[in-house]
């Protein structure tokens, strides 16, 4: 499970003022009074959204404001009132107060709306103050302002895809050029330390959430390497991406490397080894076609789903990104 993090300032539309004025007509004298009451400030909602997965967007923008009442006018104009704007988050959203501390709304629900911050009442004009023994009054009212807060929003994510393979096979590489991630990427084992989330976008507005997690090796059930410690993170994925490594500093063998680390995940959940997979085999551009078709073949007897990349040229990458969406897509429809 990855958590995400934004911090936002929302600010609410203040009212508009109440007018202070007298009616002025021809022949009428002492005409009575005639401001007309400021307009509502617009208020802010959270919104809570299945087609948003993250709170990237929120890096880009993080303050909202709606807009403000007009004030009010002769006649008894009432003033425009300012227009609600809704923030949408994704399902799964914590909206926490300024400190972090206290929870103040879950967005669980699709749809679900939350008042973010009122926008202010408008002030009364001087019309309404009129009264048997005043009939001229001078007492009008300002708007009052929008409420204004910030917030820390918190978003558990589950990645819906797990890259999973040896040291080395190519895994950040693939999560750097599908998505806007920037995971480490070097010519030795165990580069990746810690898991890195990656969204990708595959239509207009649709996403998914990838995540790359450090290499595998045998015995990583049993802690070697870093062992299958990250596992989890990809424990609750829809689909795993299987990269093997194809070219001449790969494994020598690259049928066993592939039933070595599935052999691994077996061995740390029952659950983890049942998962749709998709084979792949990475460093198209370096690969070893001996290796290659000792994969492929294998993959087409077992009837696995086999695809080939190379990160480096782009070989392949749409086509898998494709893939990868109609599996999901596939699963939820
Ligand atoms: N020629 C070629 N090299 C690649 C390709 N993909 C990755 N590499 C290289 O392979 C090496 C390892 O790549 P990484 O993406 O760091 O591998 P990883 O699977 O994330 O490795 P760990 O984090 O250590 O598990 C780097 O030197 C990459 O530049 C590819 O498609 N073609
Ligand atoms: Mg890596």
């Known amino acids: 499970m990855f958590v995400d993090h934004a911090k936002i300032y929302v600010k609410a539309g203040d009212g508009g003022d109440g007018c202070l004025a007298f009616r002025r007509e021809k022949h009428v004298p002492r005409g009575g009074p005639s401001g007309g009451d400021g307009g509502d400030g617009g208020s802010i909602y ?16 993080q303050h909202f404001r709606s807009t403000r009442g007009g004030h009010g006018s002769g006649n008894q104009r009432h003033g425009k009132n300012g227009e609600d704007r809704i923030v949408e988050v994704p399902v799964g959203t914590q909206v926490y107060d300024e400190t ?13 709306m939350e008042l973010a911050a009122r926008g202010g009442h408008g002030g009364r004009g001087n019309a309404v103050f009129a009264t048997a023994t005043n009939q001229a009054p001078r007492k009008f009212e300002t708007g009052w302002p929008g409420d204004e807060f910030t917030f820390q929003l918190e978003l558990k994510v589950l990645a819906d895809v797990g890259i999973v393979g040896y040291p080395n096979a190519g895994k950040s590489t693939l999560i750097s050029v599908i998505s806007a991630a920037k995971p480490k990427i070097a010519d030795y084992p165990f580069t990746t330390l810690t898991p890195t989330l990656g969204v990708v976008s595959h239509a207009e507005y649709r996403t998914f959430v990838v995540a790359d997690i450090p290499g595998l090796i045998e015995g990583a059930h ?36 592939l039933r070595a680390i599935n052999g691994e995940l077996e061995l740390y959940s029952s659950n983890l080894i049942q998962k749709p997979q998709i084979i792949v085999a990475s460093k198209l551009d370096v690969a070893n076609l001996d290796k290659l078709e000792q994969l492929r073949s294998y993959c087409r007897r077992e009837s696995l789903p086999f695809q080939e990349i190379s990160a480096v040229t782009g070989q392949g990458i749409k086509d898998l990104k494709e893939t990868i969406a109609q599996h999901l897509e596939g699963q939820t429809d």
């Not at 087609?51 to 880009?60: A, D, I, S």
């Not at 972090?100 to 679900?112: I, N, R």
């Not at 049993?222 to 990250?230: I, N």
């Open 100 to 112: 972090g501390k206290e929870l103040l709304f879950d967005l669980d629900c699709e749809d679900q």
């Open 46 to 61: 959270f919104r809570a959204s299945v087609h948003l997965n993250t709170l990237l967007p929120f890096k880009f923008q």
């Open 222 to 257: 049993r802690g070697s390497g870093l062992g299958a410690q990250f596992l989890r993170h990809v424990e609750r994925t829809r689909l795993l991406v299987h990269l093997v490594d194809v070219s001449d500093i790969g494994d020598e063998d690259s049928v066993a490397a």
